[in-house]
């Protein structure tokens, strides 16, 4: 799987849009921290695509609480991580494409970081990066 991806595209856009896709299936103890570890990113042109996965928990109620206009959340049943991710990547209208797992988080600026540098080397399509390890505690 890719972590920090570029459509194909040569318009250099000041502040392009980021498709965030968390394919999310009965994460209830988890997907509130990963939402939020998405809106209170320092890049803010963003929009959220959550495909719940057919979840039997809370999830979706939490989902749902947001009320926030950049968040999309899409129901389906349950297919799998990869049917998820596809989904929410055929719906992605972004310049740029990250995934993130219902029971990770992303640092703050991650996606400031990301942009500029793929915005400073044009010829990258993919990037990555390190990853901090956590558990249920955090």
Known sequence: MFDFLKRHSDKQIEEPLLSVIIPSYNHELYIGEAIESVLHQTYKNLELI????????????????????????????????????????????GEYLAIL???????????????????????????????????SKG
């Open 50 to 93: 959550i495909i719940d996965d057919g979840s039997a928990d809370r999830s979706k109620e939490i989902i749902q609480s947001y009320g926030e206009e950049r968040i999309c959340l899409i129901e389906q049943e349950n297919q799998g991580a990869h049917a998820a991710i596809n989904k929410g990547l055929a719906l992605a209208k």
């Open 101 to 135: 797992n219902s029971d990770d988080v992303f640092h703050t600026n991650r996606f400031e970081v990301m942009i500029k540098e793929m915005q400073k080397q044009p010829q990258y399509e993919l990037l990555c990066s390190y990853i901090q390890v956590i558990d």
